[in-house]
């Protein structure tokens, strides 16, 4: 396999952009979905032209050789991968650039750059793969820092040891999912942890954002699949202790869990495996009538089948994505210790009992079974891998094209997605953005769905950005009067401050605080994200 260039501005790699004949029907769709917009094509400018300040750090000669003032390199680290960070890399946009990349290879040698750090009163930055679309990444911090450093992590990325007997693995926390995977593989598992972001995305990422992966129930968060974590703090290391289970006291783990880097740096975590999966069975299941495709998901998620996957796609989602004039839910099943025909069977019938249909018989596959899929939930799943790639396609066409994500209770769910709805369409009107909007379940759980709304909009090229700014408040807004959550798997970052610290209780906050001056005394790591340091 020839090796891949990653995209300094954008996602993913260079030679997977969207070209040619994908990018003329992408065009020749969204015009006939928008008929009123300019999708004129925008290219990135020559890094060369940015203007960057020079680096008002200079580490000392024992970590000379783990620093980087390549600007290149400077300027892939100072965004993350949501539209506004595409769209200002493309505009020339790109305020906050770290004064150093520093990539260490050791746990050690963390801990020298965070002493150094502390005491040079720079910033510290964690970078996993950078694929954050909340501001996780972005050096937004004040004047009274040094400097900035960005701590890349991507060079720690080996399995370290594999316990067969416990299903269990000690991985280090820079590695990306495809490697992750690759090095499991040998010995029969799987961590199964699939977020759209797996090809670029790394653990520590995960762990540290609290993420969600790609299985709609049951072992679909990473704080499900983590066993102990190891992290270094400017305070010194905090290592959990290995069980299956514990009540002794508040989880040490879950401090750091979700943590965004504020409180430490996870160098490395033992994390729960599975057995690689043999059996599966997916179908796809049409709904003329959305809401009946909502009580269906909700018959499902309450079942106790634990489906692995369960996606149900608005109508015009269906159509943007999977071409279905109707709403589709795609559902799957899967086991790596007996067929799941059963399972299969009761999920459907209780589908069709809310009005579903069939538009093609359920596949199963097995041990054996290397038949290819071309179902219409294939044909999504193929869309959902290059959604972010299109993203920058049409986001580069003056488009804007972003998503919400949340959690609420089903009793909620009608009141707030005609909220959304609602909030987005006036904010596009209020911006001059002709646009649509859609809604699907990612997640579902017995007690409630997890929807993720996308923005479809004809923009105005060189406003896009605050076009997409304004429409974010009001959907905000609409999320947290309604009981929603701001986030259920995208984390804080800096993007979501606002209404996290209205989601927290504040006495929550006021503890949180106290915990970071204990092991970040300085305030150095990752300033503004999800708490403000007490300085």
């Given at each position: 396999?020839?090796?891949?260039?990653?995209?300094?501005?954008?996602?993913?790699?260079?030679?997977?952009?969207?070209?040619?004949?994908?990018?003329a029907?992408?065009?020749?769709?969204?015009?006939?979905?928008?008929?009123?917009?300019?999708?004129?094509?925008?290219s990135?400018?020559?890094v060369?032209?940015?203007?960057?300040?020079?680096?008002?750090?200079?580490?000392?000669?024992?970590?000379?050789?783990?620093?980087?003032?390549?600007?290149?390199?400077r300027?892939?680290?100072?965004?993350?991968?949501?539209?506004?960070?595409?769209v200002?890399?493309?505009?020339?946009?790109?305020?906050?650039?770290p004064?150093?990349?520093?990539?260490?290879t050791?746990?050690?040698?963390v801990?020298?750059i965070?002493?150094w750090c502390?005491?040079?009163?720079?910033?510290?930055v964690?970078?996993?793969g950078?694929?954050?679309?909340v501001?996780?990444?972005?050096?937004?911090t004040?004047?009274?820092?040094?400097?900035?450093?960005?701590?890349?992590?991507?060079?720690?990325?080996r399995v370290?040891e594999v316990?067969?007997?416990?299903?269990?693995?000690?991985?280090?926390?820079?590695?990306?999912?495809?490697?992750?995977?690759?090095?499991?593989r040998?010995h029969g598992?799987t961590?199964?942890?699939?977020p759209?972001?797996?090809e670029?995305?790394?653990?520590g990422?995960?762990?540290?954002?609290?993420?969600?992966?790609?299985?709609?129930?049951?072992?679909?968060?990473?704080?499900?699949?983590?066993?102990?974590?190891?992290?270094?703090t400017p305070?010194?290391?905090?290592?959990?202790?290995?069980?299956?289970?514990?009540?002794a006291?508040?989880?040490?783990d879950?401090?750091?869990l979700?943590?965004?880097?504020?409180?430490?740096?996870?160098?490395?975590a033992?994390?729960?495996?599975?057995?690689r999966?043999?059996?599966?069975?997916?179908?796809s299941?049409?709904?003329?009538?959305h809401?009946?495709?909502?009580?269906a998901?909700?018959?499902?998620?309450?079942?106790?089948?634990d489906?692995?996957?369960?996606?149900?796609?608005?109508?015009?989602?269906?159509?943007?994505?999977?071409g279905?004039?109707?709403?589709?839910?795609?559902?799957?099943f899967?086991?790596?210790?007996?067929?799941v025909d059963?399972?299969t069977?009761?999920?459907?019938?209780?589908?069709?009992?809310?009005g579903?249909?069939?538009p093609e018989?359920?596949?199963?596959?097995?041990?054996?079974?290397?038949?290819?899929r071309?179902?219409?939930?294939?044909?999504?799943?193929?869309s959902?891998?290059?959604?972010p790639?299109q993203?920058?396609a049409?986001?580069?066409?003056?488009?804007?094209?972003e998503?919400?994500?949340?959690?609420?209770?089903?009793?909620?769910?009608?009141?707030?997605?005609?909220?959304v709805d609602?909030?987005?369409?006036d904010?596009?009107r209020?911006?001059?953005?002709?646009?649509?909007?859609t809604?699907?379940?990612?997640?579902?759980?017995?007690?409630?769905?997890?929807?993720?709304?996308?923005i479809y909009?004809?923009?105005?090229?060189?406003r896009?950005?605050?076009q997409?700014?304004?429409i974010k408040?009001?959907?905000?807004?609409?999320?947290i009067?309604?009981g929603?959550?701001?986030?259920?798997?995208?984390a804080?970052?800096r993007?979501?401050?606002?209404?996290?610290?209205?989601?927290?209780?504040d006495?929550?906050a006021?503890?949180l605080r106290?915990?970071?001056?204990?092991l970040?005394?300085?305030?150095?790591?990752?300033?503004?994200?999800v708490i403000?340091?007490?300085?």
């Open positions: 396999m020839s090796r891949r260039t990653r995209s300094w501005w954008g996602w993913g790699n260079v030679e997977d952009a969207v070209t040619g004949a994908e990018r029907e992408l065009t020749r769709r969204t015009a006939e979905l928008l008929p009123d917009a300019d999708l004129t094509v925008h990135a400018p020559p060369e032209s940015f203007e960057v300040a020079p680096s008002r750090l200079s580490p000392p000669p024992s970590l000379a050789r783990s620093a980087s003032h390549d600007l290149r390199d300027l892939a680290h100072s965004h993350g991968q949501a539209f506004r960070d595409v200002r890399a493309l505009l020339g946009k790109l305020p906050h650039v004064d150093l990349v520093m990539r260490p050791s746990e050690a040698e801990v020298r965070l002493e502390d005491g040079a009163g720079a910033a510290v964690p970078f996993g950078g694929t954050s679309v501001g996780g990444v972005e050096a937004r004040g004047a009274e820092y040094a400097g900035v450093v960005s701590l890349d992590l991507g060079s720690l990325d370290l316990d067969g007997t416990s299903r269990a693995a000690l991985v280090q926390a820079g590695v990306l999912g495809p490697h992750l995977e690759d090095q499991l040998p598992y961590l199964r942890f699939f759209q972001s797996f670029f995305s790394s653990l990422g995960w762990l540290a954002t609290r993420a969600g992966g790609h299985f709609a129930t049951r072992l679909t968060h990473i704080d499900d699949l983590t066993e102990s974590l190891r992290v270094v305070a010194g290391v905090v290592e959990s202790r290995r069980l299956p289970g514990s009540g006291g508040p989880s040490p879950r401090m750091f979700g943590s965004e880097g504020t409180l430490g740096v996870i160098t490395q033992w994390v729960r495996l599975q057995d999966p043999r059996w599966r069975a997916g179908a299941v049409a709904f003329q009538d809401e009946a495709g909502v009580r998901v909700r018959a499902l998620a309450q079942s106790g089948l489906p692995a996957n369960c996606r149900l796609l608005d109508p015009m989602e269906a159509f943007i994505n999977a279905s004039p109707t709403a589709v839910l795609v559902l799957g899967e086991s790596a210790d007996h067929p059963a399972w069977e009761r999920a459907l019938e209780l589908c069709l009992d809310h579903g249909t069939l018989p359920p596949r199963y596959t097995g041990p054996a079974d290397t038949a290819a071309t179902s219409a939930a294939d044909t999504w799943r193929s959902f891998l290059r959604m790639y993203r920058d049409l986001a580069a066409q003056g488009m804007i094209v998503t919400f994500e949340t959690a609420c209770t089903w009793d909620r769910f009608a009141g707030l997605r005609a909220a609602a909030a987005a369409r904010a596009m209020q911006v001059g953005a002709t646009g649509v909007v809604c699907r379940f990612t997640h579902v759980y017995p007690d409630g769905p997890a929807p993720y709304f996308g909009a004809a923009g105005a090229w060189g896009t950005v605050e997409w700014d304004e408040q009001a959907v905000s807004e609409a999320l009067a309604h929603a959550t701001i986030t259920h798997h995208h804080v970052g993007d979501h401050r606002p209404w996290y610290d209205r989601q927290r209780p006495l929550f006021a503890a106290a915990g970071k001056a204990v970040d005394p300085s305030g150095i790591l990752n300033p503004g994200v403000d340091p007490l300085r």
